[in-house]
Nanobody, 125 residues
Framework: QVHLVESGGDLVQPGGSLRLSCAATGSIFRINRMGWYRQAPGKQRDMVAVITSGVDSGGSTNYADSVKGRFTISRDNAKNTVYLQMNSLKREDTAVYYC???????????????WGQGTQVTVSS
């Protein structure tokens, strides 16, 4: 059984920083990519940042335009963990942030997408 365990959500003032973490636990053969989506009240869930798990190249990243230059995604392959460093936070970054992983469980011929339970990020003074 695979689970994604998120942490790091909090209340922060505009201009502040937060670091989210997401660890994939369970019997995992390979993680293809991990990333973060977010959903604000009344809005759809949108991609924030994604990172592939290229061992040699360090992985490639993709960011939503709204967070480029402010957010940085990184991962620790040995810990099956992905991080999202969020700087210069704005009120419009307020949302529930969901971790996701596209991975191949041990013993499975297919990859699956898993989601975390979500962590609340609130940017307010």
């Amino acid at each position: 059984q695979v689970h994604l365990v998120e942490s790091g959500g909090d209340l922060v003032q505009p201009g502040g920083s937060l670091r989210l973490s997401c660890a994939a636990t369970g019997s995992i053969f390979r993680i293809n990519r991990m990333g973060w989506y977010r959903q604000a009240p009344g809005k759809q869930r949108d991609m924030v940042a994604v990172i592939t798990s290229g061992v040699d190249s360090g992985g490639s990243t993709n960011y939503a335009d709204s967070v480029k230059g402010r957010f940085t995604i990184s991962r620790d392959n040995a810990k099956n963990t992905v991080y999202l460093q969020m700087n210069s936070l704005k009120r419009e970054d307020t949302a529930v942030y969901y971790c996701y992983a596209d991975l191949l469980p041990s013993g499975s011929p297919y990859s699956f997408v898993y989601w975390g339970q979500g962590t609340q990020v609130t940017v307010s003074s």
